[in-house]
């Protein structure tokens, strides 16, 4: 079937994939209504989403499981707005109502979290770090589009991902063995109880690449306990991940994904990357009088990672790594139609970054150490929320946060050029010590009005980064100093989200959105700010249940993010003011069919998926273009009995030659090798 082909069978889908998993796992849950549904993530607690004036998904437990994914984007895929790039291995880059952003602070545009306390300090994200939480086993992911809503602050510009851990009401005591192509291996133990409020969830997964001198070992683990301590309702919760990656790395020449040889090489077999990480946090909450409610969470981070730069003509390794110490507090009431929350949220961060060349590429890239630096961040930030009825069916939500963000910068090796006197034109220079200061705000205003089964919701929102650390002190091509300013997002939304009639739940939205003070590297490799950039679209969820046992589903978006401004990035040969901007597809996502065969006795879920990226631009001048592509996924759940069940998961079903990445660099096509068809069994074993 043509691409077009596939992507006119897709619309004619017309569904959900939100809800639809969930809903095949468990019959009795069709007939809910959406008003039911509470959300964590946009306050830290559940919240019925009738009250949100704001784009969200929820992807529930049933719907992980049934996705048996080996990597995040075979989830995330689910989700309107987002597209997770697949890198080779574990590796990553996330498109949330945005292009794939890449460079120093690209990552710096979103929140990727777990219970709501960011996976990376502010300051110190990483393109990657999504591959830190525990996906496979996680209890629900929640996903917020467009600007923050002025509980998380910096970095949640395009939106948010909050990875949810499993309660023990919603951990099974059972084992499972996954086995799959080309050398792929994964155990997963589940324990809980609901009696002491314990569990474990713990997976390890080894996998040999497709590519050459590729794959990866990995381990995760998840402890959570929730009880009571006298008063408070309490949540201890202890997670840790693992990862020892053969990476690999581009291939080159325009459309050599096609090529069944060119697919298997690794141009880059001594590429690795290695990570480990660890989070910890308890959280306390409990009634107070006049009907307010108090929560307070204590939290640590602490992660390393050390990779090789492959994809630098110079290889050199770099180490980076954080440790944290955190609190967030929340007080929440209600005074007549009022509902109010507000607290305050204190990060202390020490962060670290090393890199080092073994052999001399050229003068301008010399062996030994480039950088070597410590940066010690505190933010302290100040938020507050409100939801009051307007009337019948009206209700008006604000937030507003301000923050501040405090860096003292320690340069470990001497300042100014890491080369020779006389190197003309040196790649590497360190700044000075020095002190930097960001003050900035988000907040938000919306209106949602509910009309039986469906709400219409508009809002304005503001959301900003500060600079990350990388993008200040790892500097080039004889920057001393950069003076950037913190970027910022303001954004306009229209949607609705209802039922129409019993069979179909849908919901669609339509924002513009406009940032500024972009971050970006000029001409001469320097760190500036002052770019601008728009990004407009269109996104679509939908769920449709066309008979007893068939129901169909969608996540599909409609986009367009383009240059504002007129600028001169590193690389490109014009002025770009008007251009798309890179690796930002016009139209993305998924649709679905599925059989539930429960109502006839047959204890089998089977579903179909298309997936589709279009065509997208590969550089700022929009020279070079990706084709886009189109897969076919099958996945299957059997229930044998009480005790056993089975899972076959199929992906890239017709063997499709494609790249999970394509972008233009030095002067040649490269691409990240999308893997050739895959199978995956699994057997699920309850104790």
């Known amino acids: 079937m043509t691409r077009r082909g596939l992507f006119i069978v897709s619309l004619l889908l017309v569904p ?27 306050s830290r607690t559940e919240r019925p989403v009738v009250e949100l004036a704001a784009a969200w998904s929820r992807l529930d437990r049933d719907v992980v499981d049934f996705t048996q994914l080996q990597h995040s984007n075979q989830l995330m895929q689910r989700v309107a707005g987002a597209w997770i790039s697949r890198n080779n291995g574990q590796e990553s880059l996330i498109s949330l109502r945005s292009p794939v952003l890449t460079g120093a602070g690209s990552c ?15 300051g110190f994200c ?122 690999a790395g581009y291939i080159q020449s325009f459309e050599s994904y096609e090529s069944d040889q060119a697919r298997r090489e690794n141009p880059n077999p001594e590429a690795y990357r290695d990570a480990w990480s660890t989070r910890s946090y308890l959280r306390g909450e409990r009634s107070l009088s006049g009907n307010r409610q108090l929560s307070v969470t204590i939290y640590a981070r602490d992660n390393n990672m050390t990779f090789l730069q492959h994809y630098l003509p110079w290889q050199a390794t770099e180490t980076t790594g954080h440790t944290s110490l955190g ?38 890239q010399p062996a030994g150490s480039h950088y070597d630096y410590e940066v010690d961040a505190r933010v302290v930030s100040a938020w507050g929320q409100l939801s009051r009825k307007l009337g019948e069916g009206w209700r008006l939500n604000g937030a507003l946060r301000l923050e501040h ?72 091509g004889g920057q001393l ?80 993010h383009t240059y504002e401004s007129s600028i001169t990035l590193l690389g490109a040969r014009t002025d770009i003011e008007g251009n798309t901007i890179d690796t930002a597809p016009k139209h993305f996502g998924s649709a679905r069919l599925i059989g539930d065969f429960n109502p006839n006795g047959l204890p089998l879920v089977t579903e179909l998926e298309v997936t589709w990226v279009d065509e997208y631009f590969l550089e700022p001048d929009n020279r070079h273009r990706y084709a886009g592509h189109q897969l076919l996924n099958w996945r299957n759940d059997y229930t044998v009995n009480d005790r056993l069940s089975l899972n076959l998961v199929v992906t890239n079903l017709t063997d499709e030659g494609y790249a999970e990445r394509a972008d233009f660099g030095f002067g040649s096509y490269r691409y990240f090798v999308g893997e050739p068809r895959s199978v995956l069994l699994g057997v699920a074993w309850s104790i």
């Open 16 to 42: 959900q994939s939100l809800w639809i998993t969930h809903a095949l796992a468990q019959p009795e849950l069709r007939s809910l209504p959406e008003l039911e549904t509470v959300l964590v993530t946009a």
């Open 108 to 122: 710096g545009a979103f929140i990727t979290a777990e219970d709501s306390i960011s996976l990376r300090a502010p």
């Open 126 to 247: 990483n393109v990657n770090q999504l591959f830190d939480a525990n996906l496979v086993q996680a209890g629900a992911v929640e996903v917020l589009r467009g600007p923050d809503s002025g509980v998380y602050g910096s970095n949640a510009m395009y939106g948010v991902i909050n990875v949810l851990t499993r309660r023990a009401a919603q951990t099974r005591n059972r084992v499972q063995l996954d086995l799959g192509s080309r050398d792929f291996y994964r155990s997963r133990l589940e324990l809980g109880s609901t009696e002491s409020g314990v569990a474990v969830n713990a997976q390890a997964t080894t996998y040999g690449g497709y590519q050459d001198a590729s794959g990866y070992d990995q381990q995760k683990f998840t402890g959570r306990w929730d009880g009571d301590i006298g008063e408070w309702r309490t949540t201890a919760l202890v997670s840790a991940s693992n990862l020892n990656q053969e990476t």
């Open 327 to 364: 609190l967030q507090s929340a007080l929440a009431g209600t005074t007549g139609e009022l509902d109010w929350r507000g607290g305050v949220d204190i990060d202390a961060t020490r962060g670290w970054l090393r890199e080092f060349q073994e052999e001399p590429f050229s003068p301008n």
């Open 405 to 476: 963000t405090d860096y003292d910068y320690d340069n470990r090796l001497s300042a100014g050029s890491a080369c020779d006197p006389t190197a003309s034109a040196c790649r590497f220079y360190r700044p000075a010590d020095r002190g930097d200061q960001f003050g900035n705000w988000s907040g938000n205003l919306g209106v949602v009005r509910t009309v039986g089964q469906h709400q219409l919701y508009g809002r304005v929102a503001r959301g900003f980064r500060a600079p990350q650390t990388t993008e200040l002190y790892r500097l080039q």
């Open 481 to 560: 100093t950069a003076d950037i300013d913190p970027e910022s997002m303001t954004g306009v939304e229209l949607g609705s989200r209802g039922r129409l009639g019993k069979d179909l739940s849908y919901a669609l939205n339509g924002y513009w959105m406009s940032k500024r003070d972009v971050i970006f590297q000029d001409a001469n490799r320097f760190n500036v700010s002052g770019a601008e950039t728009a990004h407009r679209g269109i996104e679509l969820e939908a769920e449709w249940q066309l008979t007893p046992v068939w129901s169909a589903g969608i996540a599909a978006t409609w986009a367009r």
